[in-house]
């Protein structure tokens, strides 16, 4: 079982994460919505397509843009659509 942990909150919890890169992609519904804040941040990867990003907030406390996705993917990363992966201080434990 796969958990990202920020601030002292499971932000998600899954054993069916998607490993690419050295990140472990959570399937949307694994998710704890209630830490997720939708960001206007956006970056493009060449194989992945455009990332949509996710503020996380805790306890008052915000970590902007420390999760991403991909809503719409290019046909390599077919796997990954849909998934969240974490970075910036959020500790996966696999």
């Not at 472990?24 to 990332?51: L, M």
Request: with cysteine.
């Amino acid at each position: 079982m796969s958990k990202a942990i920020w601030n002292g909150a499971v932000l998600a919890e899954s054993d069916n994460t998607v490993v690419v890169e050295g990140n472990h992609y959570f399937p949307a519904d694994t998710i704890n919505k209630q830490y997720f804040r939708e960001s206007n941040t956006h970056t493009t990867c060449p194989w992945k397509g455009v990332a949509s990003y996710y503020s996380i907030e805790v306890d008052g406390q915000i970590n902007k843009d420390a999760a991403w996705y991909y809503p719409s993917v290019k046909e390599k990363a077919k796997n990954i659509e849909g998934y969240v992966a974490f970075w910036n201080g959020v500790k996966v434990e696999a």
